[in-house]
């Protein structure tokens, strides 16, 4: 109990330390420090996990599935702040923010990473929305960071549609509390207690409250139609929110909702939540694909790529068997590659002072590192071998085969659409002549050590995967 105690501790602490602190340097120092204690207890959590089916029973619990999710949360919470670090630096010797912001950034990021591992650990339904909805209050904020117009237009889109998207999510969870309806006390109503009861829960109202449910954290997710906040949040965020966003909080989501499933397919006994998860799945990899080709914008092109691995995933779940195990792998290689990613894309903003595709160019000469790793993180995104995208995205394919051909088929036109849509922006970007006013180097090894190291850890997972990581996968998968 105690290592969960520091996991849900440590980023309160680390928020308290920055609101009190005065200088950059105690920041820098304390969101270092923090995120990597979390990052320690995450593991030690997760090998906890391997040995156990499940542990800390009562007010928090940590099962195969949360440890997976937890990690993915630990490991980009720290290379995140590492990256924050030399972003933030260099934007404060433009004179872009000064100390205030700083440390308000700082503030609002360990908020959301105490939001986030208090929503993986809690046994509480309500607890986990409640903790989902503080991802949104605490990020709107971040959203709107650099208070331009439309940085305040990003935001407030974002704060109104996951707000109104959770609050159907929330409607949903009373509705699966029926089971308890003739049940005394006032009790908070617990994962295990619901999976006792689902078959006292009407049909009917399972069908209703998991469609609420797929809706409401299906728009934090980033499912279409739900989608459409996605990519101007991650266009006004600072970039290395925006890693926090893909990497973790995407996994957070996807966690509560196959909770729900879990509980609807034990009151139905039916396919019923199997043909919604597919049928959300494939339509956001089309979407995905099809308005990819129009981005004019190289952070809203992530936007779209996350939006595209989210229908991916969605789409593994729904169709089961390997198909679960191959969408739990694809969560742990999508968040080390996607934010290695965004962090190489903050790197070209630094630099560029645009977003903008048409305005960069020569990036070979200009952040020659900077641009190896964004071509490998490229690669790696769009599922090209030897990268473990690649596997699992066959190997959710080939589950979609074997039970629906025409659905497996559909997924495969979309996937080539994201690519040859990808490849059109990012090749662009390498060459020509860089503007005369951009000068070529690294801003500082703070922001490509990061980026290196994931993709460090990428690779290798993709060659080997440890036996505790699929003991917690096997476990995991058998859960959903």
Same mark, same amino acid.
């Given at each position: 109990?105690?290592?969960?105690?520091?996991?849900?501790?440590?980023?309160?602490?680390?928020?308290?330390?920055?609101?009190?602190?005065?200088?950059?340097?105690?920041?820098?120092?304390?969101?270092?420090?923090?995120?990597?204690?979390?990052?320690?207890?995450?593991?030690?959590?997760?090998? %906890?996990?391997?040995?156990?089916?499940?542990?800390?029973?009562?007010?928090?619990?940590?099962?195969?599935?949360?440890?997976?999710?937890?990690?993915?949360?630990?490991?980009?919470?720290?290379?995140?702040?590492?990256?924050?670090?030399?972003?933030?630096?260099?934007?404060?010797?433009?004179?872009?923010?000064?100390? %205030? %912001?700083? %440390?308000?950034?700082?503030?609002?990021?360990?908020?959301?990473?105490?939001?986030?591992?208090?929503?993986?650990?809690?046994?509480?339904?309500?607890?986990?929305?409640?903790?989902?909805?503080?991802?949104?209050?605490?990020?709107?904020?971040?959203?709107?960071?650099?208070?331009?117009?439309?940085?305040?237009?990003?935001?407030?889109?974002?704060?109104?549609?996951?707000?109104?998207?959770?609050?159907?999510?929330?409607?949903?969870?009373?509705?699966?509390?029926?089971?308890?309806? *003739?049940?005394?006390?006032?009790?908070?109503?617990?994962?295990?207690?619901?999976?006792?009861?689902?078959?006292?829960?009407?049909?009917?109202?399972?069908?209703?409250?998991?469609?609420?449910?797929?809706?409401?954290?299906?728009?934090?997710?980033?499912?279409?139609?739900?989608?459409?906040?996605?990519?101007?949040?991650?266009?006004?965020?600072?970039?290395?929110?925006?890693?926090?966003?893909?990497?973790?909080?995407?996994?957070?989501?996807?966690?509560?909702?196959?909770?729900?499933?879990?509980?609807?397919?034990?009151?139905?006994?039916?396919?019923?939540?199997?043909?919604?998860?597919?049928?959300?799945?494939?339509?956001?990899?089309?979407?995905?694909?099809?308005?990819?080709?129009?981005?004019?914008?190289?952070?809203?092109?992530?936007?779209?790529?996350?939006?595209?691995?989210?229908?991916?995933?969605?789409?593994?779940?729904?169709?089961?068997?390997?198909?679960?195990?191959?969408?739990?792998?694809?969560?742990?290689?999508?968040?080390?590659?996607?934010?290695?990613?965004?962090?190489?894309?903050?790197?070209?903003?630094?630099?560029?002072?645009?977003?903008?595709?048409?305005?960069?160019?020569?990036?070979?000469?200009?952040?020659?590192?900077?641009?190896?790793?964004?071509?490998?993180?490229?690669?790696?995104?769009?599922?090209?071998?030897?990268?473990?995208?690649?596997?699992?995205?066959?190997?959710?394919?080939?589950?979609?085969?074997?039970?629906?051909?025409?659905?497996?088929?559909?997924?495969?036109?979309?996937?080539?659409?994201?690519?040859?849509?990808?490849?059109?922006?990012?090749?662009?970007?390498?060459?020509? *002549?860089?503007?005369?006013?951009?000068?070529?180097?690294?801003?500082?090894?703070?922001?490509?050590?990061?980026?290196?190291?994931?993709?460090?850890?990428?690779?290798?997972?993709?060659?080997?995967?440890?036996?505790?990581?699929?003991?917690?996968?096997?476990?995991?998968?058998?859960?959903?």
């Amino acid at each position: 109990m105690t290592t969960l105690l520091i996991l849900l501790s440590t980023p309160l602490l680390a928020a308290l330390l920055s609101v009190i602190a005065r200088k950059s340097l105690v920041l820098d120092i304390v969101a270092i420090l923090t995120t990597g204690l979390e990052l320690g207890a995450a593991l030690v959590l997760a090998q %906890r996990a391997s040995i156990a089916t499940q542990t800390y029973n009562g007010a928090f619990s940590i099962d195969a599935f949360g440890a997976i999710v937890i990690c993915t949360v630990a490991i980009i919470g720290f290379f995140t702040a590492l990256y924050s670090v030399g972003y933030l630096r260099e934007e404060v010797s433009k004179g872009i923010i000064g100390f %205030r %912001r700083v %440390r308000e950034y700082f503030v609002l990021v360990h908020l959301f990473l105490f939001a986030m591992f208090f929503a993986v650990v809690t046994t509480a339904p309500i607890l986990l929305w409640i903790a989902v909805e503080a991802t949104t209050l605490a990020t709107a904020f971040l959203v709107s960071f650099y208070n331009k117009r439309s940085a305040m237009e990003a935001a407030w889109k974002y704060l109104i549609i996951n707000s109104v998207g959770l609050l159907l999510g929330f409607l949903g969870t009373l509705l699966y509390f029926t089971a308890f309806r *003739d049940a005394g006390g006032a009790e908070f109503v617990t994962w295990d207690m619901l999976r006792a009861s689902a078959g006292a829960i009407d049909p009917l109202v399972a069908k209703i409250g998991f469609v609420m449910v797929l809706i409401g954290y299906g728009t934090k997710i980033g499912l279409a139609p739900m989608h459409t906040w996605k990519p101007d949040a991650y266009s006004k965020a600072p970039t290395p929110v925006v890693a926090l966003f893909s990497g973790a909080l995407l996994n957070v989501a996807l966690l509560a909702l196959l909770r729900f499933k879990g509980v609807t397919d034990l009151a139905l006994h039916s396919n019923f939540t199997q043909y919604l998860l597919i049928g959300f799945g494939l339509f956001t990899i089309l979407v995905a694909g099809l308005i990819i080709f129009t981005q004019w914008n190289y952070k809203r092109l992530l936007a779209y790529s996350s939006i595209e691995h989210a229908g991916i995933m969605v789409l593994g779940f729904g169709f089961g068997g390997v198909g679960t195990f191959a969408a739990l792998l694809h969560m742990i290689y999508h968040s080390l590659a996607k934010s290695s990613l965004f962090f190489c894309a903050g790197n070209i903003f630094l630099k560029y002072s645009s977003t903008k595709i048409e305005n960069v160019r020569g990036l070979l000469t200009t952040l020659p590192t900077t641009t190896i790793l964004f071509f490998t993180a490229f690669l790696a995104v769009v599922g090209l071998p030897p990268f473990g995208i690649f596997m699992t995205e066959l190997y959710i394919i080939i589950a979609g085969f074997a039970l629906h051909p025409y659905v497996a088929a559909a997924a495969v036109f979309g996937l080539a659409l994201v690519f040859v849509g990808f490849l059109r922006h990012v090749t662009g970007l390498a060459y020509g *002549d860089a503007p005369s006013e951009v000068a070529p180097g690294e801003s500082n090894y703070l922001t490509v050590v990061p980026s290196l190291t994931l993709l460090i850890i990428l690779i290798l997972l993709g060659l080997y995967v440890p036996e505790e990581i699929r003991t917690l996968l096997h476990a995991a998968a058998s859960s959903i």
